[in-house]
């Protein structure tokens, strides 16, 4: 069920899975009270298996520290509805795993997301001699009217590597509790044995940009160097250092990072004409990256610990994403463009999240199984204890609490997102200094004021509840990627389009736009002038 600006609608809802909702952030030019209402009061159910695997995973992860009981009939059926998001285009047993629920579209199976696609239909089409006057009274709005209706082939998403990884790790962790959940970890592992098919698919579609330059490239997606223009602006600076440090050093650069979809153009185009990736091009997330790190570092300590044959096939990338992310927290980038580095979480407090929880984990061993989680755990332990405390501690408020975005608009803070940011830089903040008997005064007085604002506030009925733990991509239309530059350009029929000179017509979901392969720094600030 909904209300808010959706009184009368009836949703689709999953036996099994906590619940979500699909909220919009919506403002005037005031941040009125009452956009402020609809902000709050306007909800759309959304059943998918993301949100009911963090959940379940902290409910675990409480239950292993004794503070809670556990209702493990309440337990298997979330794990059971989690099992019903696999991937039906996949091999049997591959763990990949789709955001939404798929259904069986001709050949093949498509994510279908009831709920959306319903609402949808309710925009209505606007005719073409309406459209000047439409035009006159809405401005730019119309352009994003006209992509509502276009939203129903977004929802048609490939299975991706976000999801795949929550999923693997909440594997890890049953396994680890398997002597106290055998039923619940039996129950998992029935339906997710082949682990070397997915890490085969990670590895086959991670992002490439010198794939012209590898030797190996037999088991990588012909377009692993194609990416999102709005990706290649967030690590055009990157890419370029790693060419020039390899250069140097007098061998060919390799960089390998995690994408979010489990699928190229080529299979899209040819094997499920009804599944589409977002503007048919990959991307990449910093927290997509840190929670595949988080996933394949639980299963290599929980389950295949040890096993060099099958690591090795996700060696590189296990390395390069971790090399990465310290560049992004050192960077700033989450700070700067969390619009464009984190598409999928626009709270910059789960990245550090993110990366506090893999660490952490890896600081619970007294042994890693490979040097490459070593190395990890090194880079990790300087970056965290260091630059990202430093970052995190710098945005708490004198009142104990951190904050994101939400109702801060046209100089009014309503600070509609405290409690959930305040609580996420908490847990990132304990998961750094868990255990460390030379945590400094500053963080310790940081987390004792935090505690105390969730204290004082989190039961309070005026305290807001309102968070944005995940979003789409698209934002604003600063966050369309048409607006960066590109090097790939052209309808899917093969018919090429100047991206600067073309009107907004062209700008469907036939258009394929994608920067492709490296380009030196220098030349790409040109590209962005």
């Known amino acids: 069920s909904t209300w808010g600006l959706f009184p009368l609608l009836q949703f689709e809802q999953m036996r099994g899975l906590f619940n979500s909702y699909i909220k919009m952030n919506i403002l005037d030019q005031k941040n009125s009270d009452f956009t402020a209402f609809a902000r709050k009061t306007t909800n759309i159910d959304d059943p998918n298996m993301f949100v009911t695997n963090f959940v379940v995973l902290a409910l675990l992860e409480t239950w292993e520290l004794g503070e809670i009981s556990l209702n493990v009939k309440s337990l298997n059926e979330a794990i059971e509805a989690i099992l019903q998001f696999k991937d039906q285009n996949k091999p049997d047993d591959v763990l990949a795993y789709s955001f939404w629920r798929q259904e069986k579209s001709g050949d093949s199976w498509r994510a279908s997301p009831h709920n959306l696609v ?4 309710l925009f209505p089409n606007i005719p073409e001699r309406l459209k000047p006057l439409v035009e006159k009274q809405l401005g730019g709005l119309i352009f994003v009217l006209e992509k509502v209706k276009e939203l129903k082939n977004a929802f048609n998403i490939p299975s991706d590597a976000d999801d795949s990884s929550v999923n693997l790790a909440l594997g890890a962790l049953l396994k680890k509790l398997s002597n106290r959940l055998k039923g619940t970890s039996d129950l998992w592992f029935k339906h997710n044995q082949n682990v070397e098919g997915y890490l085969k698919t990670l590895r086959k579609y991670a992002y490439r940009p010198f794939l012209n330059l590898t030797e190996d490239s037999q088991n990588y997606s012909k377009h692993a160097d194609q990416i999102d223009p709005r990706t290649y602006y967030v690590l055009a600076e990157y890419i370029d250092q790693v060419y020039k440090n390899a250069t140097v050093e007098g061998r060919i650069p390799k960089l390998a990072l995690s994408p979010t979809w489990l699928m190229d153009l080529d299979e899209e185009l040819t094997l499920y004409p009804n599944v589409a990736i977002p503007f048919h091009t990959n991307n990449v997330d910093l927290s997509v990256n840190a929670n595949v790190l988080f996933g394949l570092t639980l299963h290599f300590l929980n389950v295949d610990r040890g096993d060099r044959q099958k690591f090795d ?24 463009r969390p619009d464009l580095s984190l598409l999928y979480y626009p709270s910059k407090f789960d990245f550090y999240w993110f990366l506090a929880r893999t660490y952490a984990a890896l600081k619970a061993q007294e042994d890693l199984p490979f040097p490459e989680m070593k190395e990890v755990f090194e880079i990790f332990s300087q970056l965290l204890t260091k630059t990202a405390t430093n970052q ?19 100089g009014k803070e309503r600070g509609e997102d405290r409690l959930f940011a305040t609580a996420v830089a908490l847990n990132s903040l304990l998961d750094i200094w868990r255990n460390n008997q030379d945590t400094p005064t500053a963080v310790k007085e940081s987390i004792k004021k935090g505690i105390s604002y969730l204290q004082n506030n989190v039961l309070n009925c005026q305290s807001s509840k309102q968070n944005a733990f995940f979003s789409g991509s698209l934002k604003t239309n600063s966050t369309f990627p048409f607006f960066y530059p590109s090097t790939v350009s052209h309808f899917i029929n093969g018919t090429e389009v100047d991206p600067k000179t073309a009107n907004q017509s062209y700008l469907t979901q036939d258009l394929i736009y994608a920067f492709k392969g490296y380009t030196s720094l220098d030349q790409y600030q040109k590209m962005t002038q």
């Open 118 to 121: 319903n609402l949808v239909n």
């Open 313 to 336: 096939i996700v060696k590189d990338l296990y390395v390069d994403i971790a090399k990465f992310l310290k560049w992004a927290v050192e960077k700033g980038v989450a700070f700067e």
């Open 392 to 410: 995190i501690l710098e945005e708490q408020g004198n009142e104990g609490y951190w904050q994101e975005f939400l109702g801060n608009y046209a």
